[in-house]
């Protein structure tokens, strides 16, 4: 089982649509969640950082964190073309982070 | 402010060949990351190194060497290509083990 699983998509929503990309992890200790943002043929970039459980929000996007069910969400509200991307969930573990595999995410005009 | 700077951007070779990836860092940081990035796979570390001097095996270091030249320069090495290495290779930086990472533009690698 890996440490991180992400569904890897494609995901394509209309603009405007409210997006929910989602990691499971298996590992209790972790305790840092991060969403990055990878544009095509970019690196990836910090987009949300979250340390405990509960959400936080930043503008149109939206970090949720349930340790409980070992469970991390980022919600994306009126998407836009712009928004179109790979998003990759990390989890700090062991002073290293791991990785999702990345959702590949299109919003169409 | 130029963050990551990774050399070359492209390049193919031949099975067999060695080539280095360069990575520069502008930002004082201690730690950094190599990286190799396939389809469906994710990001999967490669080699890291948590401070000047220290290096460590990551998730998939076979077939790859490194040098951290100095606090500023983190380099990969491929000493004998093979296909199964055609990837795109990220380097990244940090803080410290738990910091946020800041990646470069990636190095898009073909091996024939």
């Known amino acids: 089982q890996k440490e991180v699983e992400q569904d890897p998509g494609p995901l394509s929503v209309p603009e405007g649509a409210i997006v929910s990309l989602n990691c499971t992890y298996s590992?209790?200790?972790?305790?840092?969640f991060m969403w990055y943002r990878q544009y095509s043929r970019k690196g990836p970039e910090l987009l949300m950082y979250?340390?405990?459980?509960g959400n936080k929000e930043d503008g149109r996007f939206t970090a949720q964190v349930d340790k409980s069910s070992k469970y991390i969400s980022l919600f994306i509200r009126d998407s836009q073309p712009s928004d179109s991307a790979t998003y990759l969930c990390?989890?700090?573990?062991?002073?290293?982070?791991?990785f999702g595999a990345g959702t590949i995410l299109r919003v169409k005009s | 402010n130029a963050g990551v700077t990774q050399t070359p951007k492209f390049q193919v070779l031949k099975t067999g060949q060695s080539m280095t990836l360069q990575c520069a860092q502008d930002?004082?940081?201690?730690?950094m990351y190599w990286y190799r990035q396939d389809p469906g796979m994710g990001l999967r570390l490669i080699y890291y190194?948590?401070?000047?001097?220290?290096?460590d095996k990551g998730e998939v270091p076979n077939g790859y060497n490194v040098s951290r030249l100095n606090k500023r320069e983190f380099s990969l090495r491929l000493e004998s290509a093979a296909p199964s290495q055609t990837s795109v290779y990220f380097c990244?930086?940090?803080?410290?083990?738990?910091?946020?990472?800041?990646f470069g533009a990636g190095t898009r690698l073909s091996v024939l």
């Open positions: 990244a930086s940090s803080e410290g083990g738990r910091g946020i990472q800041y």
């Open positions: 590992n209790s200790a972790f305790q840092y």
């Open positions: 979250t340390y405990s459980s």
């Open positions: 990390a989890i700090e573990g062991g002073n290293k982070l791991v």
């Open positions: 930002m004082n940081h201690n730690s």
């Open positions: 190194s948590a401070s000047e001097g220290t290096t």
